[in-house]
């Protein structure tokens, strides 16, 4: 089968929506399938068409639909759309019904669904290769934020907290991203000189990032607004707990019993719960035996068998 994989953000970007389309290609391509990678579709043949991001990607959308309405068209809906856009775009909400399956990465995102279009929705949990490190530090307690600089992900609430630990704290937070938000690198320079817990390290290839989740002792996720977070799958499947902001897109990732979560901006509440990862080592088990309770979920084999039955429904 030909398929058009149309993404806004392809692999060089290296964010969340880049990875995924990264993954979806790898394994249809392994099934056999011929799949051209691209963020605007050209009109080049295609038996089927799956596209992330339902306002960014309404133009390839719109176009496949109207050239072939009788072949497959899937939507994978990001966080920016499930928690931002449908309220607000009429393209983003076009995009769903022309849609003959729509994709969400966690459970909770169906109800960001209208109700009339959760029939043909269903949940595909994005997935990471198992990872672990061979010895986590033992003079500190290492937080890891994986994160790009823009505001959604709230990006600097791991640096504000660790102002807020006690002197004798041995944490230290490495935040890896680089700046997709003008001026967002400048604040994190300055952050850096009066915040000597916390050091961004910029963006870094993905083998290098995933290094640092795995060898870290908690991943902290700060996220405004998130549609199912690869950072998150990536600390479960190296055996790293989390700190999550409550946010439904977490929610929906880690299970609404998770132990782990703070108010979204809340620094104090996240230096409160980093205080207790690093001195409690019963409360830093619970978290971590709760992510591995999820880790199968995040299994590659089973994502690898939910995106090519997707095709055949």
Not at 138 to 150: G, M, N, T, Y
């Amino acid at each position: 089968m030909r398929i058009a994989l149309i993404t806004p953000y392809p692999p060089a970007t290296r964010n969340g929506n880049a990875h995924t389309a990264a993954r979806y290609a790898r394994f249809l391509r392994a099934r056999g399938h011929h799949v051209s990678l691209a963020v605007d579709w050209d009109g080049q043949a295609a038996d089927a068409m799956i596209a992330l991001h339902a306002r960014r990607s309404y133009p390839s959308i719109a176009h496949y639909a109207a050239t072939h309405p009788e072949r497959r068209l899937v939507l994978v809906l990001t966080g920016t759309d499930l928690y931002r856009d449908l309220a607000v775009d009429a393209d983003a909400r076009r995009s769903l019904t022309l849609a003959d399956t729509l994709v969400v990465l966690q459970a909770d995102g169906l109800y960001a669904l209208p109700a009339e279009q959760r029939g043909k929705a269903r949940v595909i949990y994005q997935s990471a290769p198992a990872r672990l490190c061979a010895r986590r530090p033992l003079r500190h307690f290492d937080v890891c934020v994986a994160a790009h600089l823009r505001d959604e992900k709230d990006p600097f609430c791991a640096a504000h907290a660790t102002a807020l630990l006690p002197a004798s704290s041995r944490l230290r937070v490495w935040h890896v991203g680089g700046e997709l938000q003008p001026g967002l690198a400048t604040v994190a320079r300055r952050l850096e000189a009066t915040h000597p817990r916390w050091r961004w390290l910029g963006a870094l290839p993905h083998g290098r990032t995933r290094e640092r989740i795995a060898c870290a002792h908690l991943l902290v996720i700060s996220s405004r607004l998130e549609g199912g977070a690869n950072v998150i799958v990536e600390a479960v499947r190296s055996g790293t707990p989390v700190l999550a902001s409550d946010i439904a897109g977490n929610r929906g990732m880690l299970g609404a019993d998770y132990a782990g979560y703070f108010p979204v901006g809340d620094s104090r509440a996240l230096a409160e719960r980093l205080h207790r990862a690093e001195t409690d080592p019963a409360w830093l088990a619970r978290l971590a035996a709760q992510c591995a309770a999820r880790s199968p979920l995040f299994a590659p084999a089973r994502e690898a068998a939910a995106v090519q039955a997707m095709l055949r429904q």
